[in-house]
């Protein structure tokens, strides 16, 4: 069990510049999630995927943050034009069908300077 | 979307059982009642979940309110691995989006 990976762990940048996270859920489950989760507060919801469909998009999720998951197996949450605001740790999750458990990535922690 | 209402922090002395409430008074028919924990620069970890029934596995029993307005997780011999945020949540039936609240900070002892 592998579990659920992210990369970078760790992504410093500055202002107005893209950046892209990659996820790799857990093989054999066909969900998968993204969150964020600033100092001090739970995660919030972004966005979710059903193998390569975006079933649901948060208010969050403003038109600079897209995310795909081609061949519904890994996914990308892609940030353009980066705000200081933005700065916080993202995660990602995976679930199957069968069960409402959501197993979590340790995420990518993103400074924005 | 179904709010909860958590206490900020808890501490308790290991080795101790450890009740951590959650008011979820606008809980509706359909809603599962959740809870997740993350540790120290970790993401969050499954915990227990139910509907109506209390319930029980190898982490935490789940106690319900008989009018589910309330549950209390109960870790039943706190250990210093138990220190993390504990975060209760509403989830309803077919829907797939968590929203965490703020958690309770749970401190453990030595």
């Known amino acids: 069990d592998t579990g659920v990976s992210q990369d970078p762990r760790h992504k410093i940048t500055k202002r107005g510049q893209n950046v892209t996270f990659r996820c790799d859920p857990i093989s054999e489950h066909n969900r998968l999630y993204w969150y964020r989760q600033t100092l001090g507060q739970g995660p919030e919801f972004l966005t979710y995927?059903?193998?390569?469909?975006?079933?649901?998009k948060s208010r969050l999720l403003s038109d600079r943050f897209s995310a795909e998951r081609p061949k519904g197996s890994f996914s990308t949450l892609e940030i353009q034009r980066t705000e200081q605001g933005d700065s916080a740790m993202y995660l990602c999750?995976?679930?199957?069908?069968?069960?409402?458990?959501?197993?979590f990535g340790p995420g990518t922690r993103l400074t924005v300077t | 979307d179904a709010k909860t209402t958590q206490p900020n922090s808890m501490e308790s002395n290991e080795e101790e059982p450890v009740h951590l409430p959650c008011n979820h008074s606008t809980i509706s028919g359909t809603d599962y009642i959740h809870w997740y924990r993350q540790l120290p620069s970790q993401g969050p970890e499954y915990v227990i979940h139910g509907l109506t029934s209390n319930v029980n596995n190898r982490m935490a029993s789940l106690a319900i309110a008989e009018d589910r307005k309330s549950s209390t997780l109960i870790l039943h011999r706190a250990t210093l691995r138990d220190a993390a945020v504990y975060y209760c949540i509403l989830l309803r039936y077919n829907f797939n989006k968590f929203y965490f609240g703020s958690g309770t900070k749970l401190n453990v002892k030595p």
């Open positions: 995927f059903q193998n390569e469909a975006q079933l649901e």
């Open positions: 999750a995976s679930s199957t069908g069968r069960s409402y458990e959501q197993y």
